[in-house]
């Protein structure tokens, strides 16, 4: 399967792009790709170039875990400027609850200690690049404590930025005329050798990132770089896309058996059960092709392995 997958991908020229954790990361911490973390940073905050560049460093990237019960928290990049920690996380879909997680990195991130004093503490700043539509279209949105009303902050140590990455994407592929800094936001979502390398011509900053994610899609590892995160992340979805459907055309045959006879809304309705099943069917089918384990698929969905293994 694995090699399978490389083939694929070399025959028709594709890269793993950065909007996959591993990618990011990796493009993110090389040295060759600093300048691209710095302008991205000084994009966002405002933080002058020269300042960021005498001051950054790469903290580690994973927060110990407190005790065997808690889940393991890591972030996408930690880095430190002076008294402001930075963390940067690579959304590549949008759930229920995105937000909610990005904000316990946030609060972990200060680590404040008994007896510490509270003046002086870090700002704390996240940058979230969104592989999706969430705001508006503005490239980069910027979000503060602050009044609603008479737009009073509450504090300044606490930043989020959001960058539209979809958003580019779109302007790209429409032809509409992107910014330079959009250009280079860009190489993160690319798929494709010859675009990244057509993008990149004149740039040195785009041309060090576009190697970097060529060299880590020729190693064979990176192909298959789908975390247990992202895998749970297609699940799901296939799951969600499911119920959803059911739930249609189970209001579907509801309604439609209120108007009717029993006799004919109970056909109805058997035949939209043998519909749903076979969308079931499918959308396990696809689980399956994609490698991901039969028992895992099972417990995810709460479908028994022998009725997975005889489809």
């Known amino acids: 399967m694995k090699n399978q997958i490389v083939e694929k ?12 954790d591993v990618v990011f990361k990796s493009v993110m911490q090389d040295e060759k790709c600093r300048d691209f973390l710095i302008e991205i940073i000084c994009e966002c905050t405002k933080l002058r170039r020269d300042y960021v560049r005498e001051n950054l460093i790469i903290k580690n990237n994973e927060f110990p875990v407190k005790n ?38 946030l609060n972990s991130l200060r680590n404040l200690k008994i007896g510490q004093e509270y003046e002086g503490l870090n700002k704390i700043i996240q940058i979230n690049f969104d592989n999706f539509d969430m705001f508006d279209e503005r490239t980069i949105i910027k979000f503060m404590i602050m009044d609603e009303e008479r737009h009073i902050k509450e504090t300044e140590n606490y930043e989020k930025y959001h960058i539209n990455l979809k958003k580019i994407k779109e302007k790209y592929y429409n ?5 330079i800094f959009e ?28 190697d970097k994610i060529i060299t880590l899609s020729e190693e064979d590892a990176m192909i298959l770089c789908y975390d247990e995160e992202e895998y749970k992340e297609k699940v799901r979805r296939a799951v969600t896309l499911t119920e959803r459907q059911e739930a249609r055309k189970t209001g579907f045959a509801e309604g439609h058996a209120e108007g009717h006879a029993e006799g004919h809304a109970e056909g109805h309705a058997e035949g939209l059960a043998e519909g749903v099943l ?22 995810i969905t709460k479908i028994p392995v022998e009725y997975i293994k005889n489809i």
């Open 9 to 20: 991908y070399k025959k028709e020229g594709k890269v793993v792009p950065a909007t996959y």
């Open 278 to 299: 076979e969308g079931k069917k499918e959308i396990l089918k696809s689980l399956v092709n994609s490698g991901m384990e039969i028992e895992k698929i099972s417990k």
């Open 175 to 179: 032809n509409e005329v992107l910014t």
């Open 68 to 105: 065997v019960n808690e889940k393991r928290k890591i972030t996408d990049l930690v880095i430190s400027i002076d008294n402001n920690i930075i963390n940067l996380e690579m959304n590549k879909y949008y759930y229920n609850g995105l937000i909610e997680r990005n904000d316990i990195y």
């Open 183 to 210: 250009k280079r936001l860009l190489m993160l979502v690319l798929d494709s050798k010859e675009e990244l390398q057509k993008i990149s011509s004149e740039d040195v900053m785009m041309k060090n990132v576009k």
